[in-house]
């Protein structure tokens, strides 16, 4: 509870700074027009003037060459930007060139209507602080055949919903369901009709059913409800969302972004990097001793979320900072003994050669916690997000927060894994970065820790190597 009225005050600030007033209201589906009813939103103020068919056809086939999960990245960070109107499909519309000049004209460029490299890191950069707060993240739900966003940190939860999947917060102050009927069983008409009146308690405020689909919203108890519903080949999907009214500041802000990232029938595809799968309930990291007082930095990534963050052998451990720029995580185990800061002052690395120490999950290692150590060479990869500096050979599950060494056994930086998952198949081969050590040093004089001195080497590096295990509920 206190974590979640945190981030309720912080999104407030946010929110009020950052996303347009606009966003409280949603569009209703299958709305591809600017004009909508009233109780849903309004069109876009000020639309940009239409583009001469020439333009058109260029502009098209600028998206075209552009990716699919690509596309649908762009569409799904317009949401949190220019209250773009969606549907998050990766299709091109006017809809979407209008949004992305709206960006453009927010951020100063010239108004193409299709972003460069630049400017689609400006957008993400925008964005990125918004979504970081409430855990925001793109997958494909297995259950229900649908693709949407969700704010993990409010609704970490997964489990089997009746029709779909169920993500909840530890005590049921949100829960957001997806549903999935044939046709054959219920009509959009009927589903329509269930959803109003089930559970009884649920009074409809405002409704509208078209040939497609239908939304509903209004209270249920003490809770806030918005529901939606879509028809197509033979079936009826859709979204349950339901709420407390003490999470309302929070959570009517997030409506637009999760009723137009919904996409009820959507293709399993590649995400994007950013979007992630639901994160497992036990999982597995490495972290790096910084002090011996008890402190511990890995990636921000394994202890996301956690309801506990345990050292095994040594104790559970607090969580006390997190840098979603650097992506590290700082950690503090208290009246710990016997603990080997590694040696973050030294002679400076060199060359690209490099040795990765770390503790594979036990998963593949038979259950045991033993440290291991991988050889490896940094590699610059260029991209439309800038450059990118992975590793030629990557570590394995486990890795994550794990040290990595120069040749000659110099503090290099920390391993941080990023997954890359294929909706609705097994996850792809993680993606490697390193958080150089000067990024390391950097958190830990904000948090007013000296960083230690001592002899370089693999050996003595293993030292200050421990495992993290962060227990999700």
């Known amino acids: 509870m206190r974590f979640l009225g945190t981030v309720v005050v912080v999104l407030m600030g946010i929110a009020g700074a950052a996303i347009n007033p606009g966003l409280g209201r949603a569009q209703e589906p299958n709305d591809s027009t600017a004009s909508v009813p009233p109780i849903f939103g309004a069109a876009p103020k000020s639309p940009p003037a239409a583009v001469t068919p020439l333009a058109l056809r260029t502009l098209k086939e600028s998206y075209a060459a552009i990716p699919l999960a690509d596309r649908i990245s762009i569409q799904a960070d317009l949401v949190w930007a220019v209250n773009f109107p969606g549907p998050i499909n990766g299709e091109y519309s006017d809809q979407l060139v ?63 919903g009746k029709t779909g999947s169920l993500w909840s917060s530890a005590q049921g102050q949100v829960r957001i369901e997806t549903f999935r009927f044939a046709a054959s069983d219920a009509t959009l008409t009927d589903v329509f009709e269930r959803m109003k009146r089930e559970p009884s308690e649920r009074k409809v405020e405002q409704q509208s059913l078209k040939p497609d689909g239908f939304v509903l919203i209004g209270m249920q108890g003490l809770k806030k409800f918005h529901v939606r519903g879509y028809a197509r080949d033979g079936e009826v999907r859709g979204i349950t969302i339901l709420y407390d009214q003490a999470m309302e500041v929070a959570m009517d802000q997030l409506i637009p972004q999760l009723a137009h990232s919904f996409h009820p029938f959507a293709t399993p595809v590649k995400l994007a990097p950013s979007s992630v799968a639901q994160r497992r309930q036990v999982e597995y990291g490495t972290g790096i001793v910084v002090s011996a007082k008890g402190h511990i930095v890995t990636d921000r990534q394994v202890v996301e979320g956690c309801n506990s963050i345990v050292i095994p052998g040594i104790g559970n451990a607090e969580l006390l900072a997190a840098d979603a720029e650097s992506e590290l995580a700082l950690l503090r185990i208290y009246g710990a003994e016997d603990l080997a800061p590694i040696a973050l002052l030294g002679e400076e690395p060199k060359g690209p050669e490099l040795v990765v120490v770390g503790i594979a999950d036990p998963n593949s290692q038979g259950g045991n916690g033993a440290i291991s150590t991988l050889a490896t060479k940094l590699v610059n990869t260029t991209s439309v997000n800038g450059t990118v500096t992975s590793f030629s050979q990557v570590p394995g599950p486990g890795f994550s927060g794990a040290v990595a060494l120069d040749k000659g056994g110099r503090f290099l930086g920390m391993v941080a894994l990023k997954p890359v998952v294929v909706a609705g198949t097994a996850p792809a081969a993680p993606k490697a970065t390193i958080v150089p050590a000067e990024a390391i040093r950097s958190l830990m004089e904000a948090n007013h820790i000296a960083p230690a001195s001592g002899q370089a080497g693999v050996d003595g590096c293993k030292a200050s190597v421990v495992r993290v295990i962060c227990v999700r509920k």
Do not use: C, H, Y
């Open 98 to 160: 209008n949004a992305v000049r709206s960006f453009q004209r927010l951020n100063k460029t010239k108004m193409t209507g299709v972003l460069n490299p630049a400017e689609r890191q400006a957008l993400a950069d925008m964005v990125k602080p918004m979504q970081d707060q409430v855990g925001w993240k793109i997958v494909f739900d297995q259950a229900s055949g649908a693709r949407l966003g969700l704010p993990l940190k409010l609704a970490p939860n997964l489990s089997v």
